[in-house]
């Protein structure tokens, strides 16, 4: 059974660090591309940074470029999302979801990942 499960959450002073997890069970790394995205009340989801299958490939929105960084060890079949500098408008629930499609390669479109974890929530307050 395919499985993703996010994990490092947390209520963070504006400034701070936090590293999130993305578990994943029951596929390999090699034939997904792993997608973090987020999600504030009101909002729509947004992606903000994705690994290719082959993780030789990243990306990020704008919105996060040179605070975050996205990384995966695959002998323990997870993928980290390092967020530093985090602002208030950094709140949000973040996800990790996997891709099967377009050899490995990342989208954009949250519509085209396949599984999708259940979500960390992330706090950015004073």
């Known amino acids: 059974q395919l499985q993703l499960v996010e994990s490092g959450g947390g209520l963070v002073q504006p400034g701070g660090s936090l590293r999130l997890s993305c578990a994943t069970s029951?596929?390999?790394?090699?034939?997904?591309?792993i997608g973090w995205f987020r999600q504030a009340p009101g909002k729509e989801r947004e992606g903000i940074s994705c690994?290719?299958?082959?993780?030789?490939?990243?990306n990020y929105a704008d919105s996060v470029k040179g605070r975050f960084t996205i990384s995966r060890d695959k002998a323990k079949n997870t993928v980290y999302l390092q967020m530093n500098s985090l602002k208030p408008e950094d709140t949000a629930v973040y996800y990790c979801?996997?891709?099967?499609?377009?050899?490995?390669?990342?989208?954009?479109?949250?519509?085209?990942?396949?599984?999708w974890g259940q979500g960390t929530q992330v706090t950015v307050s004073s």
């Open positions: 979801a996997a891709y099967s499609g377009g050899f490995g390669l990342c989208v954009s479109s949250p519509y085209e990942y396949d599984y």
């Open positions: 029951g596929f390999t790394l090699n034939y997904y591309a």
């Open positions: 690994i290719s299958a082959s993780g030789g490939s990243t």
